[in-house]
């Protein structure tokens, strides 16, 4: 049985927020979506384009002076259900991270010390960045967001992220520890 496409709800449920153009929609995925669901730039027009033959979006074409047309999608009243029935269905399973790093470190024994703590160190750097990325998000919510229906859900989602992102700082200091002393 093929496995469910939930980036297809990711791209109706954004079509909710005001986001009507793939461009739009890339640039909502990268600033809120993009910590936790990945979709890159190549996957949207074709699930837009399937939503359309499904029923569960329309597209409007505006033609633009010295520009191509501009296409914009809005959910049908069957899109809206789509959501809704699939907001509604039970978590199936578990998400399976791929992690570089820890790749990396399981097979450690075969590379020098240094070079483990380096990587450490470097994720360290890199996940404390997103750290401090997801508090300018929740300032930015906070200030100018607040008023939104879907605010709260957002800052629940970004609480999720916050706070596995801190727990994975202090894994990281802890690891690089256990390797200094060991």
Same mark, same amino acid.
């Given at each position: 049985m093929?496995?469910?496409n939930?980036?297809?709800?990711?791209?109706l449920?954004?079509?909710?927020?005001?986001?009507? @153009?793939?461009? @739009?929609?890339?640039?909502?995925i990268d600033? @809120?979506?993009?910590h936790? +669901?990945?979709?890159?730039?190549g996957?949207?027009?074709?699930?837009?384009?399937?939503?359309?033959d499904?029923?569960?979006?329309?597209?409007?074409?505006? &033609?633009?002076?010295?520009?191509?047309?501009?296409?914009?999608?809005?959910?049908?009243?069957?899109?809206?259900?789509?959501?809704?029935? +699939?907001?509604q269905?039970p978590?199936k399973d578990?998400?399976?991270?791929?992690?570089? %790093?820890? %790749?990396?470190?399981?097979f &450690? &024994?075969?590379?020098?010390?240094?070079?483990?703590?380096?990587?450490?160190?470097?994720?360290l750097?890199?996940?404390?960045?997103?750290?401090?990325?997801?508090e @300018?998000?929740?300032?930015?919510?906070?200030e100018?967001? &607040?008023d939104?229906?879907?605010?709260?859900? +957002?800052?629940?989602? %970004?609480?999720?992220?916050?706070?596995?992102?801190?727990?994975?700082?202090? +894994?990281?200091?802890?690891t690089?520890k256990?390797?200094k002393?060991?």
């Open positions: 093929a496995k469910e939930h980036t297809k709800y990711a791209i449920g954004l079509l909710t927020t005001g986001c009507h @153009s793939g461009y @739009s929609i890339k640039q909502m600033e @809120s979506l993009n936790f +669901w990945k979709v890159s730039y996957q949207i027009y074709p699930i837009l384009k399937q939503l359309v499904d029923g569960l979006a329309t597209v409007q074409t505006t &033609s633009q002076d010295r520009k191509p047309d501009k296409k914009e999608y809005y959910m049908t009243p069957k899109g809206k259900l789509a959501l809704q029935a +699939w907001l269905t978590i578990i998400p399976t991270e791929k992690n570089e %790093l820890l %790749l990396k470190l399981f &450690s &024994s075969h590379q020098s010390k240094t070079t483990a703590l380096n990587h450490l160190t470097q994720y750097e890199k996940i404390r960045e997103r750290y401090n990325t997801f @300018s998000i929740e300032q930015m919510i906070n100018n967001l &607040s939104q229906a879907d605010a709260q859900f +957002w800052l629940i989602t %970004l609480d999720y992220g916050k706070r596995t992102t801190k727990a994975v700082i202090e +894994w990281c200091e802890c690089i256990k390797l002393d060991g």
